[in-house]
């Protein structure tokens, strides 16, 4: 299972290395922001399959970027990876900030998902070859801000920023916060933010640089180049030097964006005045992501249903069964085969007399698992369990019969039964199910219901297809 770590500065060589090739065009795949807004973000990661894999927990949910391919990375190989992990915690499967263009993928790739894409999450992109030139009638109002700056300030000058000491650096937060107007605590964050990301220019990961204008900055930029696109990270300028922005933004694409195509400035964040601003330089695109929230064949079921057999019933769990279902569960001969150890969820928490009965109900209602109670006349003489979906159309079962009633063919009954209904009326594409090579009459239970499907150190695997 992917092992995460937390996303800071000192694996800003590691990041780097995904991210400079990284062609998604989208401020979020880069180092910049995961960096400046971490606080928000809180960002970890793991390498998996030649891919960076990065989660965000936002607001306590954790959503998952798109994989970031490396040199011979298999993007196969980390999706499954990303949906393991969602199986194996129990954990939503979101993946966020998606490239518009990637989305056809993973629409295939899931049977039920639900696609969110708002207009305030879109990045602005322009062409930098003309923001570096200004060119023609539609730049007319840039060019006559940028000659009236220059006008004023016959000496202002372009000059590359690399030195996180830099004493000019001080001197303009120290102007610019002396002119800074907004009280709002995001715009007085985003300043805190901006300043300790000018700290790392020094890095190599980042191009920075200002206008000067008699003898001192009046405005500053700092950029991170990701695939074919400038991601421009911070943009200041002073207020009192009317065109110093437009001069700033055409100086610095025509001094770092020669290797770019595109240059993005970023979402508006649903600012006004920031969206009239970007609009003002006349983006050649929006730049969508998209928000997915995968599911499952089990969010349409409303209850777990009833099935019957000819010797059998399969139903819900009722309260009366709590006492053989916790007795079933505490069987420590027959987990040892189940392969789960009911202590390691509970941990420290005092084992109550519902425990595993609330525990059944909870996976239901969030519908990461269905468990069947199966009865012979009536009585719980043990359950099958559909459980682990991959997110495309298959779920692996488990049964366990109670050892008093073992060895009658009551567990193939069940299982056969609840495999078929899982494939013809759930709608699941795929059953799998695996047994401990130790596990004989398991084997022999799986091969009357299943086909082989292969075998590991550990356990002989099974499926069943539609």
């Not at 401020?27 to 995961?34: D, H, P, Q, R, W």
Request: net charge negative.
């Amino acid at each position: 299972m992917l092992q995460f770590q937390e996303l800071t500065a000192a694996q800003g060589d590691c990041l780097r290395r995904y991210y400079e090739a990284c062609d998604y065009r989208l401020c979020e795949y880069s180092l910049g922001v995961k960096l400046m807004w971490r606080g928000h973000l809180h960002p970890s990661f793991a390498e998996e399959a030649g891919c960076l894999i990065v989660r965000n927990c936002i607001e306590g949910e954790y959503v998952f970027d798109f994989p970031i391919v490396g040199e011979g990375g298999d993007l196969e190989g980390a999706l499954c990876a990303i949906e393991a992990w969602c199986a194996e915690t129990g954990t939503p499967l979101v993946l966020s900030v998606v490239p518009e263009d990637k989305l056809p993928l993973l629409a295939l790739r899931y049977p039920r998902f639900r696609v969110i894409n708002e207009r305030p999450w879109k990045d602005y992109l322009y062409r930098t070859e003309e923001l570096a030139a200004f060119a023609g009638r539609r730049y007319s109002g840039q060019r006559n801000h940028i000659n009236k700056f220059r006008r004023d300030f016959p000496d202002a000058e372009f000059t590359p920023l690399t030195d996180p000491q830099d004493p000019r650096l001080a001197a303009f937060w120290r102007d610019y916060e002396a002119e800074f107007h907004k009280t709002g605590p995001l715009a007085v964050q985003e300043l805190a933010l901006a300043q300790e990301m000018f700290s790392r220019i020094g890095t190599g990961w980042f191009c920075a640089g200002g206008m000067m204008a008699e003898g001192r900055l009046v405005a500053v930029c700092l950029a991170e180049k990701c695939g074919g696109t400038l991601v421009n990270h911070i943009e200041k300028a002073l207020y009192s030097h009317a065109g110093a922005y437009p001069a700033l933004v055409q100086a610095f694409a025509d001094h770092y964006g020669g290797d770019c195509q595109w240059c993005n400035r970023e979402d508006d964040a649903r600012d006004k005045g920031l969206r009239t601003s970007k609009l003002q330089y006349l983006p050649e695109a929006l730049a969508g992501k998209v928000r997915m929230e995968v599911g499952t064949e089990l969010d349409a079921l409303k209850a777990v249903p009833t099935l019957k057999t000819e010797r059998l019933t399969l139903t819900p769990l009722r309260k009366a069964d709590i006492p053989a279902y916790s007795a079933l569960c505490l069987d420590d001969d027959r987990n040892r085969w189940w392969g789960y150890d009911y202590r390691t969820d509970l941990g420290d928490k005092p084992l109550t007399d519902t425990y595993f009965y609330d525990d059944a109900r909870a996976d239901f209602a969030a519908r990461r698992a269905l468990n069947f109670a199966v009865r012979l006349k009536g009585k719980l003489i043990g359950e099958v369990v559909l459980y682990h979906p991959d997110f495309r159309g298959s779920f692996e079962q488990g049964c366990r019969i109670a050892p008093e009633y073992a060895g009658h063919g009551y567990g193939t009954e069940a299982f056969a039964a609840a495999a078929d209904w899982a494939l013809y009326h759930l709608g699941l594409a795929r059953v799998v199910a695996k047994c401990f090579k130790e596990n004989e009459p398991s084997r022999r239970m799986l091969a009357s219901c299943m086909r082989p499907s292969g075998e590991d150190e550990t356990y002989f695997h099974f499926e069943k297809t539609v």
